[in-house]
């Protein structure tokens, strides 16, 4: 019996390795005669470098070299911009070494090469830099003040990119309307914490003038093309491989990080493999993050709740560069109205630049701040107006047959911001049902009785996914009767061998576990972009579908003529093609891949005999003009816009008002994301992403002090949720096809991320109505929010 492919919630099928610890990481990488990397970084938040001693450091036995920005010549300029936009008028980024000023604390300033990571690391501490400390701004709210400290000196006022969108009249929306509320919100700065540290190996070939670099990256391919401008090197001769890659959210997918350049140019000036793996406090201080916005937001509505306008200014804190150009504010901009028909809107945004590290997109990637301001707009209109949220949600929502629903704005690809499909208010109803709505309020009103604070909270958010620009990916069945597929993007857990395999499996007839997908290896294949933005499963996916759509037309046409069958009448089913009605009519995938390849000698002899049974001599050249050996193809999938994914999501908490102690009760997931090809896989992002939403909601904070100081660089003082802080997660699916692509998919990777900040700050002040707490904030802190409980308690006497 063939195991059923896309919708099948099959069993992961890379997870017996990874189980057994035969995962092979960038840190599991060490070719013989390696030499170790370790980098000295800036001490200060802003400083200029008045001088800099390698002297001690290189007379240090065992090491093998120390280099400086001067050392390094034409390899030093500057990063790529790599998403430019017109409105960033003063885009910066980063060198591979400083020059003469350090914009953060953390900004690579040498790197020292040795025989071990013990001795790079003790001649890092003999460089002696004698540093002039600058002032520094941080907080960016006042970035752009008059006076503020300037981060670089050719930036005025530190503004990168300041512009404005607007949608239809909303200054005449606003005059006429009848009621304005106005908030002021805050979302504060966070890092993805991937399990394995950013890494990298390279080993130069003199013989074969060839660079091999194993990289933790989520974009292998656009390094490779990098690295190859940058070096002097043919494309042809660089190889990039990202293996398994521990994580990334992200963070990885930068172009380039200084690291990716200094390894791969040491090991060719040195002539060995050079080693990099990036320890935890550097990936703190030196890898990039996100969040950091806030938000001045009005808007107005008429007597029944219904949306007239909305104005949203917007500052958000890029760091010290900008090296993935404005890509996440203009994604919280557009995402904004989220599921919600705004008709007249206005959004402003200003993107500073602070002495910090910089920030590039991390899961969610601007729409948790998106949903978390819309989100508390909604209860602002159902609190001043006295209604429920959930009935301020109905009235507002884009309905099934709106779609498709044009923003009226841009988004990030350039395309049109239109949602392609959903079921918002389904989505919501399942989700009142799922968490049992009026169950809950007659809970709540008798644990009030009994002084206990419970609350309810609901957050309904869109995510745009499968952005382009395009994915590819080869298709190969084996004379073995074992398909082998690759593609260009990286996989950090997703379970693409999974996904990948049931796509393909389902078009070709066999079971996945016959499937082997490869990512992250430029050798196998060498064109796409990476895996980023919830895109893999509809770019790269959908490439597989039309690979594999490819080989099993071939196979068709060949089993077709060697069964001497219409093609219409053969069937492909448990590993094999058969003549329909006729099941003792069939050869295997195995015997066709090898007729088709006309030097048939075989060595598997079931194979080999079945295929040269039937195979008959023909006239002239064994392949026509057009015929291509074998069973295999390529195929591409370029989407034209993306992908809208959605969902609503439902909390139940307790809180402690004594001492701000937040605890689940029920927490409750409904998800669309269109075609669903592995319904467990999707269960585990969304899993995943609430673990990381609740971190963001209660945990994670970056504190910078005035200088530009990370005072909690560690796992000790940057908390991170652990399986004790996650409840059990109920997750329910919609499924609305998208018409833009072939499986009709929707990414899944960050979306459960999006809402949680949101949820939980209408829970909390709904279990603390009786106290009148309001929540502008995120992340909330117990000490936080007893602070919020006092405050509200004093204004209340």
């Known amino acids: 019996m063939t195991t059923r492919g896309v919708g099948a919630p099959i069993r992961r099928n890379e997870d017996p390795r990874l189980l057994r610890g035969l995962g092979s990481f960038v840190d599991d990488i060490e070719p013989p005669g390696t030499l170790h990397a370790a980098i000295l970084r800036g001490p200060y938040g802003h400083a200029r470098i008045r001088s800099i001693d390698t002297s001690r450091a290189r007379a240090l036995p065992g090491v093998h070299a120390v280099y400086t920005a001067a050392d390094l010549g034409p390899v030093n300029q500057p990063a790529p911009l790599v998403v430019p936009h017109p409105t960033l008028t003063h885009g910066r980024t980063q060198r591979p070494l400083a020059v003469d000023t350090v914009c953060f604390i953390g900004e690579a300033v040498a790197m020292v090469v040795a025989e071990s990571r013990y001795l790079a690391e003790d001649a890092v501490e003999l460089i002696d830099v004698e540093w002039e400390p600058l002032p520094a701004i941080v907080d960016f709210a006042h970035a752009a003040d008059p006076g503020s400290p300037l981060v670089h000196d050719d930036v005025p006022d530190n503004v990168a990119a300041r512009f404005t969108q607007v949608v239809g009249d909303p200054d005449a929306a606003f005059s006429g309307a009848t009621h304005i509320f106005s908030e002021r919100l805050h979302v504060e700065r966070s890092c993805g914490s991937p399990i394995e540290t950013r890494g990298v190996v390279a080993e130069y070939d003199p013989r074969q003038t060839s660079l091999r670099v194993w990289d933790s990256t989520q974009a292998p391919i656009t390094i490779k093309h990098g690295l190859a401008a940058m070096l002097g090197l043919p494309e042809l001769k660089v190889e990039v491989i990202a293996p398994d890659v521990g994580g990334g959210f992200g963070t990885k997918i930068l172009m380039f990080f200084p690291e990716e350049v200094l390894v791969p140019w040491a090991a060719m000036q040195l002539g060995r493999p050079v080693k990099w793996i990036e320890d935890r406090r550097e990936h703190f201080i030196a890898a990039s993050q996100e969040r950091g916005q806030l938000h001045e937001t009005t808007v107005a509505v008429d007597p029944e709740g219904r949306i007239l306008a909305l104005s949203d200014r917007l500052i958000h804190d890029s760091g010290a560069y900008t090296p993935y150009g404005i890509v996440t504010p203009i994604i919280t901009a557009t995402q904004l109205p989220g599921p919600y028909k705004i008709p007249n809107y206005f959004s402003e945004i200003t993107v500073v630049y602070t002495n910090t590290v910089a920030t590039t997109p991390y899961r969610g990637a601007g729409r948790p701040h998106a949903c978390f301001v819309m989100e508390r707009m909604i209860d602002r209109i159902a609190r001043e107006l006295q209604l429920a949220p959930n009935e301020v949600r109905r009235r507002n929502f884009v309905q099934p047959e709106d779609m498709p629903w044009d923003v009226g704005l ?45 609350g309810i909270g609901f957050a309904a958010y869109v995510e745009g996914t499968g952005i382009g620009p395009y994915e590819g990916a080869h298709v190969r069945i084996d004379p073995s009767g074992n398909v082998f597929c690759a593609t260009g993007l990286t996989t950090q857990g997703q379970g693409h061998q999974t996904t990948f395999a049931q796509i393909v499996a389902s078009e070709l007839g066999c079971d996945p576990s016959m499937v082997t997908v490869v990512t992250g290896d430029t050798s196998r294949f060498g064109w796409g972009a990476g895996t980023y933005a919830s895109r893999a499963l509809v770019t790269a996916g959908n490439a597989m579908h039309i690979a594999a759509g490819k ?29 329909r009605g006729l099941p003792d009519q069939g050869l295997t995938l195995g015997a066709l891949a090898t007729a088709a390849n006309p030097i048939r000698y075989a060595y598997d002899q079931s194979a080999a005999e079945a295929a040269l049974r039937l195979v008959k001599p023909r006239a002239g050249a064994v392949l026509e003009p057009d015929e291509e050996p074998g069973l295999e193809a390529r195929g591409y999938f370029a989407p034209e816009r993306a992908t809208w994914a959605s969902g609503q999501h439902a909390a139940i908490v307790e809180i402690d008002p004594k001492t701000g102690d937040v605890r689940f009760l029920r927490y409750v997931a409904v998800h669309d994301c269109g075609t669903l090809v592995n319904p467990t896989i999707v269960e585990a992002q969304v899993h995943g992403g609430v673990a990381q939403g609740i971190g963001g909601a209660f945990y994670e904070k970056l504190h910078y002090d005035e200088t530009g100081q990370l005072v909690n660089a560690s796992f000790m003082d940057f908390l991170l949720p652990t399986a004790m802080e996650i409840p059990d997660l109920e997750v329910g699916h919609l499924e609305t096809p998208s018409p833009l692509n072939p499986l009709g998919a929707k990414g899944a990777g960050e979306a459960g991320a999006i809402p949680v900040a949101a949820l939980l700050a209408e829970a909390i002040e709904d279990a603390l109505a009786p106290l009148g707490v309001r929540v502008h904030e995120m992340p909330l802190s117990p000490t936080r929010l007893w602070e919020l409980i006092h405050a509200a308690s004093g204004r209340r006497g």
């Open 551 to 579: 080989v099993r037309a071939k196979v068709v046409t060949l089993a077709a003529s060697l069964l001497e069958a219409d093609p219409g009448d053969i069937e492909l089913a448990d590993g094999m093609a058969r003549v």
């Open 410 to 454: 841009p988004f990030q690809d350039g395309a049109p911001t239109r949602y392609d499909s959903g079921d918002y208010p389904a989505g919501l109803r399942m989700a009142e049902e799922m968490i049992d709505l009026p169950a809950f309020r007659a809970e709540q009103a008798e644990a009030r009785t009994r002084g206990r604070h419970l």
